[in-house]
């Protein structure tokens, strides 16, 4: 065997917010990122669901537009006659969850995967199956339904109560909250492989009940492991009738692996003879050790005429299994220290004295070495009959749960090489691992080749009676085509942080004073953003435009906050913003990305829809009337530092002990005149370096005070309007069981 086996793409229609959509697989790792509700969680799910744990499937992880129509086949049911009832099950179909998973299979792989096969022409390629999750019968469903719905018809008939009453069911949705899995199943169909290219996503239509498939179609090819999301661990306070997932104890973990593994009691061969020996001596040499214990008990207890008639002789045997040695707090410990030069014993801990973000990193790589050694068939596995599976898909939700940044970052680098930590593995092609992992994690994102990354973007609604749903980004197309925008984009990415894949919104700053005080600001008089996941980040105006590429692919929605900065007509020579002077901007956000003008006098005259471009908006300096020595004056800020001092005059000019920029622009705005703290404000920007206003200010002044400039408290309601709106759109949350599986 020598081809390549992989999942290359999977389609998910109808399940909860994945109305449609299609996420492709790298050939080793593949990371789900995106903001809260997103629908990461529902993408895990349905390949968790499909595909290992499958008779999970509740009526919420239906898309909930899709009620209305179900609804509606339930109300034809029971207006029509039996006769006039369609009972194909196509009209289901059209509603309910399935997916498409697609397999790149090497020609000389034929025999793994020929029930798979539609069509005598099929050279290797591309192989497709359809597992949908319908009715089991569409006429037993039918009947079952009209029955329990007339009877609770003919129950309000009979009430004096009538239509008050509140029984079930009053519609097909109460109907399968209950009865779901008793009427519902997964079906399997193939799909023509023609059909992987399209650049839809596959409809209801394409099925063919005559390419159903009879059985698991993924037996023998596939081997699926899951690791859900890591909700509790154990906890040295924890009390005795806490919730504790036994699964989740190392100790566990070990006697699981060792009882399918290492149990010299299953198929003993030479090498399990001589521990078989002396479990034996010592079980005979306890038994002899127990019956001596305890003789005083037992002769009094005969002595009672206890346990019967005819005075049977009570004796005491034991059973020493290593299995139920393992299965106690203390079974596994972390020895600390070193043992000395004259023997001393090492100083050792039970496992749950160790801190949490390690034992949940110990419990999930070994649960990865399991995975391997049982797909491999390693020790007494009791599947090693069967041939091994030519793919292995290793699915892992939220593994950053209790694990510090470092530990986030270990893991991600190294899961993937303990998958294939084993000869017949590392870069050999016979035998094929796929990773994919759910995360909200920054840090893992940062680890990670951000092609490998699937962004989950929320997608707002169309019409008011849909639901909104996500649809997902492959970033490899954005990172993966090496050109300069992308190469800059990881650059930049990677040295900061990786916020950006995972918040609500994105304020780009140009500097650090900015950084700093944008907390304050939304905080002060935007308390609707300090609810949401804000990232800001530090990149200048000379590099904004840079991310513009990837900040349009994923959607999110960006203020952009520049400066002016104003240079003469002919030469880059700085110059104070003022009117009428044909003075130009350097600013090439403002120049190349929004709005795209050069002229400062144009840029003033600028409406707020000329500084938005579909989730973009641009904010910079433009003219405002400040109070000063009682009359009104029309000013023209040049940065953001002279922005804030002049829109916050009254507050700035009492400050003392001031250094720097700081204490030269508090100099300027207590001149006697105008025109010359204009003047002195402008020469101070030049003259004076900027770094450390912001600094400086944060320990003269509670920067809550600040009112943000108002080019800026623009750009921040346009975002508050954004995120509120859609907010509204995505309040349905999805439903997910607190950690338990």
Known sequence: MGGKMKISRIDIQNFRKLKSCSIDFGDRETVFVGANNSGKTSAMDALIYFLAQKNKFKTTDF?????????????????????????????????????????????????????????????????????????????????????????TKNAKDLSEEGDSLNLWPSSMKEYLDEELQNQFTIKAYLLDPIRFDETIVHPPFLYND???????????????????????????NRDEGSSLRTSDKLSSQLKDYYQKHLDPYNSPDSSDIAVLKAIDEA????????????????????????????????????????????????????????????????ISLPAQHNGLGYQNLISIVFKLIRFRDEWMRIGKSKNDSDPIEPLHIVLIEEPEAHLHAQVQQVFVRKAYKVLRNHERLGEKIAYQTQMVVSTHSSHIAHEIDFGKLRYFKKIKMERSEDVPYANIINLSTTFGNYNETSKFATRYLKTTHCDLFFADAVILVEGSAEKMLFPYFIKKEFNFLETRYISILEIGGSHAHRLKELIEILGIFTLVVTDI??????????????????YRTRNNTLKNWIPKKEQYDDLLACSETDKIVKNVRVAYQTSFMIDFCDSKHEVFPYT???????????????????????????????????????????????????????????????????????????GLKWLEKCLSKIDDEFEVIEDKEDGTE
């Open 565 to 582: 900065d104003t240079i003469n007509e002919f030469s880059s020579n700085k110059e104070q913003p003022a009117r009428n002077l044909r």
């Open 210 to 236: 005559s390419m159903q498939i009879d059985g698991e179609p993924f037996k023998g090819l596939i081997k699926i492991d899951t690791i859900n999301a890591q909700r509790e661990l154990s906890d040295v």
């Open 283 to 346: 079980t005979q040499k306890f038994d002899i050790k127990l019956n001596q214990s305890f003789a005083k008990a037992l002769t009094e207890l005969q002595e009672l005429g206890y346990p019967g008639l005819s005075d049977p002789k009570i004796e005491l045997t034991s059973k020493v299994n290593p299995i139920e040695l393992l299965d106690h707090d203390t079974a596994v410990k972390y020895s600390i220290g070193k043992k000395s030069d004259r023997g001393d014993p090492i």
């Open 63 to 151: 898309t909930l537009s899709n009620w209305n129509q179900i609804n509606q086949i339930g109300i034809k049911w029971i207006e029509n006659e039996k006769d006039k009832v369609d009972f194909a099950v196509d009209s289901w179909r059209i509603f309910s969850p399935f997916m498409d998973v697609w397999i790149d299979v090497d020609d000389n792989q034929i025999n793994y995967v020929s029930h798979l096969i539609p069509t005598l022409s099929w050279k290797g390629g591309t192989l497709g199956v359809r597992l949908s999750y319908e009715p089991k019968n569409v006429e037993s469903l039918y009947k079952d339904f009209v029955e329990k719905f007339n009877e």
């Open 640 to 714: 953001f530092e002279d922005s804030l001092v002049l829109s916050n005059i009254d507050l700035f000019k009492n400050l003392s002990n001031a250094t720097g920029l700081l204490n030269e622009m508090i100099k300027s705005i207590n001149k006697e005149s105008f025109d010359d703290m204009n003047e002195n404000l402008f020469k101070a920007l030049s003259e004076v370096g900027k770094a450390d206003m912001a600094l400086n200010l944060l320990y003269l002044k509670d920067p809550e005070e600040l009112v943000p400039p108002f080019y800026i408290a623009e």
